[in-house]
């Protein structure tokens, strides 16, 4: 099996995403710590893994704290005796126009979806670096995070930063072998359930001239996850995968479409000239289309 003797972490997997992703990683081979702070849930997943000829075991504390991420890893390391495979999974929504946000509603979208996963990698690359066979960190993204989304400061600003985290990951570790990617996922779960029907209902209307699926199962994510939790996946890092449905992607890394040089700086006159002689026609557009 893809992933026989190897141990995965993954975190929020109690339902959604992630759930399906600790189930389609044991049926790959690897033991699981099912992580969520839903306790019930994680016990659920973890005893259906269990009874359908999986090793995994629930693990309940929140990943948002060092603390909570450090109790997760250490869960690995009591019952399996390492950690291979980190899935930072564990995410939350708290909606609202930049200018209705609430402290609260930024701190806690932060800190479960950005020093969660930061929180979590920290703790999952001291035990691999210990044990010193290399390892492999799948951070979940959002296209929010890539491309922007009216309503989701919080959310796309956490999503955002997982994709620097990824990169800087990706950079200081690949000399111990682990390597750190992104998926930017879309499945219908509860977390999508929960958009109001009417922005869900303009994001299909725009789907409707294709009979490609877009948003399909969590199912349909768990391919992308346990492909780069394997071996085969050695020589890919740093990079940011979407996939939901039938689509699957590759994202660019961000570049510099233009540039230009003036001898001992620039000045507002020649940044009018430049704008609009040059580099107009490089502005791109923002929005969180297709
Ligand atoms: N569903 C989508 O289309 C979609 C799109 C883009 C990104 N994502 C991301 O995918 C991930 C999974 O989303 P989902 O749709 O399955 O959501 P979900 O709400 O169904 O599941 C999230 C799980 O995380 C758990 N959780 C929340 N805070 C936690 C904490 N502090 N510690 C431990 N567990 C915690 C919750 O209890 C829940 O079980 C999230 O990071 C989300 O942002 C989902």
Redesign the pocket.
Known sequence: MLLSNKVALV??????????LARALADAGASVIV????HG??DEVAHAIAAAGGRAVAQ?????TFG?ADA?VQAAIDAYGRIDILV??????RDRMSYNMTESEWDQVI???LK?TFACARAAIREMRRIGEGGRIIN?????GLRGSIGQAN?AAA?AGVLGLTRTLCQEVSKFGITVNAI?????????N?IPEHVRKKKDASWADTSVVR?GT?EQIAPAVVYLASGEAEWITGQVIGI?GDKLSLWSHPKEVAEAFIFGGWSVENMREMFRASVASELQSVGNKD
Do not use: E, F, W
Request: glycine share 16%; aromatic share 2%.
């Open positions: 975190t929020g997997a109690g339902q959604g995403i992630g759930a399906t992580n969520d702070i839903n849930k994680a309940h504390s929140d990943i948002s909570g997760a930072n999974n564990a995410g939350i929504l800190a479960v979806c969660g979940i993204a959002s296209r929010s959310y999503k930017s996922p879309r499945a219908v779960t509860d977390m999508t929960s948003r969590p939901g």
